[in-house]
């Protein structure tokens, strides 16, 4: 064995052994933001959507409350997407919007209009932490994440519900976030998030979320008609039920601003 | 017009003009096919003060109890245009001034691309701060619902909006004043001599049908939002004129003409929130002034895993008339705001103004919760400690109340 032979051999040693998580030339870091891509990309083309949601929010007892609203979203090719929540119920809340424009790179823009004094607010997008209508979603749970938004790691290759899964760690870039991590199932085929769990700052586990219900619509895109958030500590859970999706909407770009939501109904 | 009975004259003029104002648009709606959406929705409630001191002046009476209904009805067409209705109307007990009824929105918008065409009676708010929103200068103030300036009376107008990459401009055209509401002889909250809103005064010889022009630029850069605007017209404030009715001394409202010229700015670094708003009034008949208020919030979210969200805040008050002639001439605002994020919507407020010069100080506390998927109930507490005899608000010092509402929302 010549020398310069021996001196790569050693160093594929030395590297294996250093980072044993090379895998036919990648390591997880890069594998996890792999199939993060994939599935972003395999939802393009929407343009833009609605639906209808009734949330359920049951406590420990299994005590009922309902929300309900109807949302308004665009796609935005080159940055985070726009989305609109108009509130409907319970009555008091008839007519209240809020507004978010969400960024890849720097934190999301949010406002809400408030139709008794007809004054729009514009608020900290760092409430990440405060709970969403006293629901088990904080604020930074309904946010969809935009690739850029965490780092990934891929742990394992598994069946889950009868579907080839990945498996993959997130782990949350910006500051505030309530998590440590998020662990994703990756549908290896249509690239659809299955179910999700939520480690908080101490790495414990506490809430799992459950995509179900799943419909193919426009013969490309896929929907949940339910997202089930589980408290692991509680018991207590949150189900947001959709209805109504569309999709490849034309909605007015001009809406998705704070001086033009208030019309929106 | 908020009216009481005996003004009707007034109200047969503002209806007229509404009327002249819509009749483009009264054939608009059965022009256009297919209604995509329409709702009643809105509010009734009933709703008490009680004083904890008895009434200063005379005619006054201790407590008053009344009701209130707003309800809103919209029609959305398929092109994406908008008929919103929202009248308002109050009866109270005591207060014969403070029983009115108001058009809060009688409005049509119409979108088209970067246009937005609002005409007809609407709200408009402009400002960013807590405590004073200086730069809001479109609606007259409704004085006999809250006597802090925090409710708003309609405002007909003419408004055509654009929205560019570079920002959202906004011109009106302001054809019909309204005059500010005040509490009556028996009302409480209000100044030693009662305020004859049936003898107002104008600079103008137009009067209330004066026409007022306003123009906003605003703009989202990233995380800071800038307004500029400008407005020339009748002031939504009166100075006061003394005359006399039925033998007595009172005051007449004198409503001068201004222009204003406003900034607001509001960014957000994380948690943190700082606010600004400025303005400068050029005043024919008072003097010229500036005025200010800056202000920054920071936000505990999620407090302690809860989910709870603790805002706390802190703002300076500044207008360089003074003491005799401004209420927040050189003030502070602490407070804390306290979002449950629960189920019911719960929310505290407490906050206090304190005046640097004097011991004037106005705490208030707010609270709401829902009860049932209907009702909500809500309190407010609303102090005037220490009033020196030259502060405007020395009238109303023994004026400090707690009010309370039950509404049922639909």
């Known amino acids: 064995m010549n020398i310069h032979k021996r001196f790569i051999l050693t160093g594929l040693i030395f590297l294996t052994a250093v980072i044993p998580n090379v895998a036919n030339g990648e390591t997880t870091q890069e594998k996890g933001l792999k199939i993060a891509t994939a599935m972003e990309r395999r939802d393009d083309g929407w343009i833009g959507q609605t639906a209808d949601i009734k949330m359920v929010i049951k406590d420990e007892k299994g005590q009922g409350v309902i929300y309900e609203f109807h949302i308004r979203m665009l796609e935005v090719p080159d940055d985070g997407d726009k989305g609109v929540i108009i509130y409907d119920f319970p009555a008091d809340m008839r007519g209240v919007i809020s507004l978010a424009l969400l960024h890849r790179l720097v934190p999301n823009d949010m406002w809400i209009f408030i139709p008794s004094n007809k004054r729009v607010k514009r608020f900290s997008s760092q409430k990440k932490n405060s709970s969403f209508l006293g629901s088990e979603f904080t604020s930074e749970d309904l946010n969809r994440g935009e690739v850029e938004k965490y780092t990934y790691r891929w742990v394992k290759d598994e069946e889950y519900e009868g579907l080839p899964c990945s498996v993959i760690d997130r782990f949350p870039v910006e500051e505030n976030s309530g998590y440590i991590k998020q662990r994703l199932w990756i549908d290896q085929i249509e690239h659809r998030v299955l179910k999700m769990e939520y480690y908080n700052l101490d790495d414990d586990y506490i809430k799992t979320l459950y995509f179900k219900d799943f419909q193919k619509y426009l013969d490309h895109f896929w929907r949940e008609g339910k997202r089930t958030m589980v408290n692991e500590k509680t018991g207590g859970s949150t189900t947001i039920h959709f209805r109504n999706w569309k999709l490849k909407v034309e909605l007015n770009e001009n809406d998705f601003t704070p001086s033009r939501i208030r019309k929106l109904r | ?410």
């Open chain 2, 1 to 410: 017009m908020t009216f009481s009975l005996k003004k009707s004259n007034h109200f047969y003029l503002y209806f007229h003009f509404c009327s002249l104002l819509f009749s483009p648009f009264i054939f608009l709606p059965i022009l256009i096919v297919q209604v995509e959406a329409h709702q009643i929705r809105g509010k009734v409630s009933i709703q008490t003060r009680l004083f904890s001191n008895d009434p200063i002046h005379s005619g006054q009476e201790d407590h008053s109890f009344s009701l209130t209904a707003a309800p809103e009805y919209f029609h959305q067409f398929d092109n994406g245009s908008l008929l919103t209705f929202l009248p308002f109307i109050r009866v109270d007990a005591t207060d014969s001034e403070r029983t009115h009824f108001d058009i809060r929105d009688l409005s049509y918008i119409w979108s088209h691309e970067r246009f937005e065409l609002r005409v007809g009676v609407r709200k408009e708010f402009w400002g960013v701060v807590e405590s004073l929103n200086l730069v809001d200068i479109i609606n007259q103030t409704d004085l006999v619902e809250s006597p802090f300036g925090e409710e708003k009376l309609g405002q007909p107008m003419v408004n055509l909006s654009y929205s560019a990459e570079w920002g959202t401009f906004d011109f009106f055209l302001l054809p019909y004043f309204r005059e500010r509401t005040f509490p009556g002889k028996k009302g409480r909250l209000r100044l030693g001599f009662v305020v004859d809103t049936d003898q107002p005064l104008f600079e103008s010889a137009a009067e209330e049908n004066h026409i007022d022009f306003a123009f906003r630029y605003f703009h989202t850069i990233q995380k800071l939002d800038i307004g500029v605007s400008h407005f020339v017209g009748t002031s939504r404030d009166p100075l006061a004129r003394i005359g006399i009715k039925d033998g007595e001394f009172v005051i007449r409202p004198f409503y001068e003409q201004i222009s204003q010229t406003g900034v607001d700015l509001l960014l957000v670094i994380g948690n943190w929130i700082w606010k600004f708003e400025g303005i400068y009034r050029d005043a024919s008949v008072s003097t010229d002034y500036f005025a200010m208020v800056g202000g920054l919030e920071y936000v505990f979210d999620g407090i302690g895993g809860t989910g709870m969200d603790l805002a706390v805040f802190l703002e300076y008050l500044y207008d360089d008339r003074g003491d005799e002639l401004s209420a927040t001439e050189d003030d502070f605002l602490v407070g804390l705001r306290l979002a449950f994020n629960d189920v019911r919507g719960t929310s505290v407020l407490v906050a206090v103004t304190q005046d640097r010069d004097t011991d004037a100080r106005f705490p208030v506390l707010k609270a709401t919760t829902r009860l049932s998927d209907h009702w909500r109930f809500s309190m407010e507490y609303r102090g005037l400690m220490n009033q020196p005899s030259e502060d405007i608000f020395f009238d109303l010092r023994d004026d400090d109340f707690f009010k309370m509402e039950l509404a049922y929302h639909f």
